[in-house]
Each structure stands twice: as structure tokens, then as C-alpha cells.
């Protein structure tokens, strides 16, 4: 009997060689592509995979449960890794891997694949969710051990072994794209001082080509989940597309960074995430309002990790499942209303309530109605600063 593996498969070049390869070392491929909303044209990549030599081709719809389960976590985590990346690939590997191990326990395979190669984060991100999930399962990762060293060579081989594959387009970038952002990278884009063509860009138009006119939206966030898009109620899937294509339009959403990947090396990444950004900005207004000045503050301290635990490929780990506990705790009271402005790029915060508020006016106010003792801060200031009374001998030096 044939050795089963179910294989990570995206319908490009890398894994429809590898259905070919592994099937000539005795394998039976199952290719499985998990649809997280990168538009595929999984009908014609479902054929390919048949006709390259997998003996199951399955396509499998995670688009709600991604956005419910990872994608609004993230965004109530306030996880954004060096400031600039709101996670859209690595959000899809933990997803993707569990959705290899359950139908290599459906299909009784005892080995997955992938396509990554070794200087990347997804071989990590495939790699250790699958171990977390099933450590029985053997994983297999052509790309790391075969004897084609190019891309050139993989399309020599390609033709050789009369696989169907799309060469007379030449790729300047590697993509990735989910319903939460794309990533972009390689070609042009590693000299870093290279400044990208406009036609880089899938998602947003840029800041000469967006709307003279600002463009308002309104988002009504639950327990920190948006459920509301200028004023309909909207699940999760629909939400993002709608306003990523509002954002887009308006020039939002885009990242050119230097980023420190998880195996050592620094790499040239360009992010677009139009509702993404949005989302994570209004979220944020939403909870300057009703978390206190202590719990704010913490949870910026946790945001920071949770970014790294998702990059890192760490989401089923301890850790992880615990600051998910701490998170929804804050996100109790994280309900209310935020309006955007969205305009040539920018995302601008322009008014956030919530019946949670703690926002008083008669305190803040410095009009009529002031309540606030101002008496009191001498005492205050006093005290707080009482420790530190002659603590400075710079000037008496």
C-alpha cells in the first residue's frame, strides 16, 4: 500500500511540482487548498492537482471560521508585529495546518507537506502547528531537500513531467493574499531602497489615484467584534470585504517595512490591509474610551506579545490560550461606535462613544460645569512626587 500524504496545495509552480515529485517516490498526494479568501480559482487548480497526479483534490471554505477565529482575535489582541504588519499570512497558517491534520486523520494519511522553503517564516508557522496539533504526523518539505535549485529548473521540470502550470506570465513578486491583507515581497522589492511601482499594489490606489473627497465610515463594535458597518449589521466575512473596498478606494491600508523573520534574517515586506488598518484603528479609539488607564496600558504590553506568538508560529501553545483569556476579560465593555475618516491614505479617528464610556465631561471640561476639585493637585502632586525630592545632582556637580 501507498504511503498517503495530504499536501498544502496553493495551485502555483512549487506545489504543483511536488505533487509530481513525491508521487514518483511512491506517494499518494492529496492536495488540499483551504479557502481563507484569496480568490482562487480553486475549480481550475482542483484539476491541475488531477491531472499533475494527486489522487484527491479537496477544497475546503474557512473563510468564517478564519475571520471568527483567528482574524478578530488578533484585532481584539491589538496584535501588530514591528509596528507596521497586521498579520494576514501568518493569521492563515495556523488554519490552514489544522485544516491538513484533520483531513489527514479523515483520509488516514500519516504525512503532510508543504511547500516553504527554508528561509522563510511559513515552514515554521506549518511545521509547529501540526506538531502542537498531532505530533504522530510525519511532515514532508520538498523545497528543503530536492535537487531543483531554481525557479528555472522547477519549470524545466515542470515541462518534462507535462505539468500544467502557467508559464507565460513572468511573476515579479511572490504573493500572498487572504481576506485580511497581502503580502508582497522579492523581485525589486529586496533592495530596500527601491521605492515600488504603483502596479505593486493589489488593494489600494494610491494617494494621486484615491478620492479628492474624504470618505466617513462608521463601525459598531461588540465586545471588541465590529458587527456594524455604517449602521447594518454585517457578519464577519461580508464586513471586511465591504470595507476594505471602501478603504482601499481611499488609498488605506499600506506598510513597506524591514522586518526581523523568525529564523534570523531581515527581510524588504510590503503590506496592504485597507480594513484590516481601519478595523485595528477604530478598535483602539474604542478602547482608549472604556478601559481604564492600568488595563490600557498592560494591554499594549500584550498586544506586543501576541504579535509575536501569531508571527512566531506559536498559536496553539499555552501562552497563546492564556492571554486569550486576559484579552476577552478587557474586551467586555469594548462596545460602542467609531467614525473614520478615510482620505489619500489616511486613517483618521474622528469620533468614538459607547453607553461604556468612561469619558467625563464635567471632569475634562474647563467651561462651565467643571466638577473637578482643582484644589486637590497641590496635595497630590506633593505626595507623588515626594520620592523623588532632591533625587537630580546633575546641576550641583
Given at each position: 500500500?501507498?504511503?498517503?500524504?495530504?499536501?498544502?496545495?496553493?495551485?502555483?509552480?512549487?506545489?504543483?511540482?511536488?505533487?509530481?515529485?513525491?508521487?514518483?517516490?511512491?506517494?499518494?498526494?492529496?492536495a488540499?487548498?483551504a479557502?481563507?479568501?484569496?480568490?482562487?480559482?480553486?475549480?481550475?487548480?482542483?484539476?491541475?492537482?488531477?491531472?499533475?497526479?494527486?489522487?484527491?483534490?479537496?477544497?475546503?471554505?474557512?473563510?468564517?471560521?478564519?475571520?471568527?477565529?483567528?482574524?478578530f482575535?488578533?484585532?481584539?489582541?491589538?496584535?501588530?508585529?514591528?509596528?507596521?504588519?497586521?498579520?494576514?499570512?501568518?493569521?492563515?497558517?495556523?488554519?490552514?495546518?489544522?485544516?491538513l491534520?484533520?483531513?489527514?486523520?479523515?483520509?488516514?494519511?500519516?504525512?503532510?507537506?508543504?511547500?516553504?522553503?527554508?528561509?522563510?517564516?511559513?515552514?515554521?508557522?506549518?511545521?509547529?502547528?501540526?506538531?502542537?496539533?498531532?505530533?504522530t504526523l510525519?511532515?514532508?518539505?520538498?523545497?528543503?531537500?530536492?535537487?531543483?535549485n531554481?525557479?528555472?529548473?522547477?519549470?524545466?521540470?515542470?515541462?518534462?513531467?507535462?505539468?500544467?502550470?502557467d508559464?507565460?506570465?513572468?511573476?515579479?513578486?511572490?504573493?500572498?493574499?487572504?481576506?485580511?491583507?497581502?503580502?508582497?515581497?522579492?523581485g525589486?522589492?529586496?533592495?530596500?531602497?527601491?521605492?515600488?511601482?504603483?502596479?505593486?499594489?493589489?488593494?489600494?490606489k494610491?494617494?494621486?489615484?484615491?478620492?479628492?473627497?474624504?470618505?466617513?465610515?462608521?463601525?459598531g463594535f461588540?465586545k471588541?467584534?465590529?458587527?456594524?458597518?455604517?449602521?447594518?449589521?454585517?457578519?464577519?466575512?461580508?464586513?471586511?470585504?465591504?470595507?476594505?473596498?471602501?478603504?482601499?478606494?481611499?488609498?488605506?491600508?499600506?506598510?513597506?517595512?524591514?522586518?526581523?523573520r523568525?529564523?534570523?534574517?531581515?527581510?524588504?515586506?510590503?503590506?496592504?490591509?485597507?480594513?484590516?488598518?481601519t478595523?485595528?484603528n477604530?478598535?483602539?479609539?474604542?478602547?482608549?474610551?472604556?478601559?481604564?488607564?492600568?488595563?490600557l496600558?498592560f494591554?499594549e504590553?500584550?498586544?506586543?506579545?501576541?504579535?509575536?506568538?501569531?508571527y512566531?508560529?506559536?498559536?496553539?501553545?499555552?501562552?497563546?490560550?492564556?492571554?486569550?483569556?486576559?484579552?476577552?476579560?478587557?474586551?467586555?465593555?469594548?462596545?460602542?461606535?467609531?467614525?473614520?475618516k478615510?482620505?489619500?491614505?489616511?486613517?483618521?479617528?474622528v469620533?468614538?462613544?459607547?453607553?461604556?464610556?468612561?469619558?467625563?465631561?464635567?471632569?475634562?471640561?474647563?467651561?462651565?460645569?467643571?466638577?473637578?476639585?482643582?484644589?486637590?493637585?497641590?496635595?497630590?502632586?506633593?505626595?507623588w512626587?515626594l520620592?523623588?525630592?532632591?533625587?537630580?545632582?546633575?546641576?550641583?556637580?
Open positions: 500500500m501507498k504511503k498517503k500524504v495530504v499536501l498544502a496545495y496553493s495551485g502555483g509552480l512549487d506545489t504543483s511540482v511536488i505533487i509530481k515529485w513525491l508521487a514518483k517516490r511512491g506517494y499518494d498526494v492529496i488540499y487548498m479557502d481563507v479568501g484569496q480568490g482562487s480559482d480553486f475549480s481550475t487548480y482542483r484539476k491541475r492537482a488531477l491531472a499533475t497526479g494527486a489522487v484527491k483534490a479537496i477544497v475546503d471554505d474557512l473563510k468564517s471560521e478564519f475571520v471568527k477565529d483567528f482574524v482575535k488578533a484585532l481584539k489582541a491589538g496584535a501588530v508585529y514591528e509596528g507596521a504588519y497586521l498579520l494576514a499570512t501568518a493569521l492563515s497558517r495556523p488554519i490552514i495546518a489544522k485544516g491534520v484533520e483531513t489527514a486523520h479523515n483520509e488516514k494519511a500519516e504525512y503532510v507537506a508543504h511547500g516553504c522553503t527554508g528561509k522563510g517564516n511559513d515552514q515554521v508557522r506549518f511545521e509547529v502547528t501540526v506538531g502542537s496539533i498531532d505530533p510525519k511532515i514532508l518539505a520538498p523545497v528543503r531537500e530536492w535537487e531543483l531554481t525557479r528555472a529548473e522547477e519549470i524545466e521540470y515542470a515541462k518534462k513531467n507535462n505539468i500544467p502550470i508559464t507565460t506570465k513572468k511573476k515579479p513578486y511572490s504573493i500572498d493574499l487572504n481576506l485580511w491583507g497581502i503580502s508582497i515581497e522579492s525589486k522589492l529586496e533592495d530596500p531602497y527601491f521605492e515600488p511601482d504603483e502596479d505593486t499594489y493589489q488593494l489600494t494610491g494617494v494621486n489615484k484615491a478620492k479628492a473627497e474624504p470618505v466617513y465610515a462608521e463601525i461588540e471588541g467584534i465590529p458587527v456594524k458597518l455604517n449602521g447594518k449589521r454585517m457578519s464577519g466575512v461580508p464586513l471586511i470585504l465591504k470595507l476594505a473596498k471602501i478603504a482601499g478606494e481611499a488609498g488605506v491600508g499600506r506598510s513597506d517595512m524591514v522586518e526581523n523568525l529564523v534570523g534574517i531581515k527581510s524588504r515586506e510590503i503590506y496592504e490591509a485597507p480594513a484590516a488598518w478595523l485595528h477604530a478598535h483602539k479609539a474604542l478602547e482608549s474610551l472604556v478601559l481604564d488607564r492600568e488595563v496600558h494591554k504590553q500584550v498586544s506586543l506579545k501576541y504579535a509575536e506568538l501569531a512566531y508560529g506559536l498559536w496553539y501553545t499555552p501562552l497563546k490560550e492564556a492571554l486569550d483569556g486576559f484579552i476577552d476579560k478587557t474586551q467586555q465593555n469594548v462596545s460602542g461606535t467609531v467614525r473614520v478615510l482620505h489619500k491614505g489616511h486613517c483618521i479617528v469620533g468614538r462613544k459607547s453607553p461604556n464610556s468612561l469619558y467625563r465631561k464635567e471632569l475634562a471640561t474647563y467651561e462651565e460645569g467643571d466638577k473637578f476639585d482643582q484644589s486637590l493637585a497641590k496635595g497630590f502632586i506633593q505626595i512626587g520620592p523623588y525630592k532632591g533625587s537630580y545632582k546633575g546641576l550641583h556637580k
